[in-house]
């Protein structure tokens, strides 16, 4: 369909004041909270950090020193990688991704089972049960898991009570308790794409492949997986997203020798007032998680119109 076609089409079908006011609402979303924050962003990373009464003037000019200090770190140590940064960087990319598996296996089956088991009254508690924990403030959560993996912690107490361990077991230090509180707080975000992909499947599908002999696994393999593609790799973008991007979870619940990249990029805007290197690792950050999510989806053969679906 051509735009103009589109255009009519939608004008059609809303009018004309109320498809003005939409299209002129999303622009606005668009270009005033998305497009030009990150305008701002890319143009502060490519200046040099600067104190005030020079910004503007001969000095302020573009340079790619920040790209080339999250590589190389300070001129002082020429020839030698920045691994601190770049080992960080790395860290978090991967335990983002084990976050992303972590959150699928857990809302796979829950996600099944409320599309093509519940129903009713049942049904409904259940998705009650998810979504009421999240009225809860992000931060009040992820105290609260600090408080369950603590040393002094309910975890702890119940293991020992029942002689598993003989000591507490340090689950902050080991970063358990960051994981779980990371794959806690996207659960939702994984559970609803797949959820809505799996409860269009036609049941028929299922019962056929039942009647032939088909086991469960074979069914999911053949069958569920295939055609709920879009919503896990829908969900899989955003925990993943999310989660590379997360900041109150690393700094309530990351142990002492933990350190997230987001939490490099706070450092550099805040303890660092170095705005501009902080934009250029916000960037890379970005471009690397949109990068990661666009090779998956090539390996996994899904288009963005299906995610988006």
């Not at 000019?61 to 920045?82: D, K, R």
């Not at 700094?251 to 805007?269: E, H, N, V």
């Not at 950050?285 to 990661?292: D, E, M, P, R």
Request: proline content about 4%.
């Amino acid at each position: 369909m051509n735009p103009n076609a589109y255009f009519r089409q939608f004008f059609t079908r809303n009018g004309t004041a109320l498809g003005t006011f939409l299209l002129l609402s999303v622009g606005f979303w668009m270009f005033i909270m998305i497009l030009l924050p990150q305008a701002f962003m890319i143009d502060f990373s490519f200046r040099h950090n600067l104190p005030p009464a020079e910004i503007g003037g001969p000095q302020d000019t573009y340079t790619t020193e920040h790209y080339e200090f999250m590589v190389y770190g300070s001129a002082a140590a020429e020839g030698e990688f920045n691994t601190v940064d770049l080992g960080v960087f790395v860290r978090t990319l991967i335990a983002a991704f084990f976050v992303t598996l972590f959150d699928l296996a857990i809302c796979y089956p829950i996600a099944y089972y409320l599309a093509h088991s519940a129903s009713g009254g049942w049904a409904r508690l259940m998705v009650l049960s998810l979504i009421v924990p999240f009225w809860v403030n992000e931060i009040l959560r992820a105290f609260a898991f600090r408080i369950m993996f603590g040393s002094a912690g309910v975890i702890n107490g119940f293991l020992m009570w029942l002689g598993v361990i003989d000591q507490p077991y340090d689950f902050i230090r080991e970063n358990v308790a960051l994981y779980a509180g990371l794959g806690y707080a996207f659960i939702l975000l994984m559970i609803f794409p797949l959820y809505n992909a799996i409860e269009s499947l036609d049941r028929n599908q299922i019962e056929a492949a039942r009647d032939m002999g088909a086991s469960w696994i074979r069914i999911h393999r053949r069958i569920v997986i295939p055609f709920a593609k879009p919503g896990i790799s829908s969900g899989c973008t955003m925990v993943f997203m999310l989660s590379a991007g997360a900041l109150a979870a690393p700094q309530i619940l990351g142990g002492p020798s933990s350190l997230w990249f987001t939490q490099i990029i706070y450092q550099w805007f805040q303890t660092g007032n170095n705005w501009n290197r902080g934009s250029a690792y916000a960037l890379i950050l970005l471009a690397s998680t949109i990068v990661f999510v666009l090779v998956m989806m090539k390996v996994f053969k899904v288009k963005l119109g299906e995610i988006a679906r």
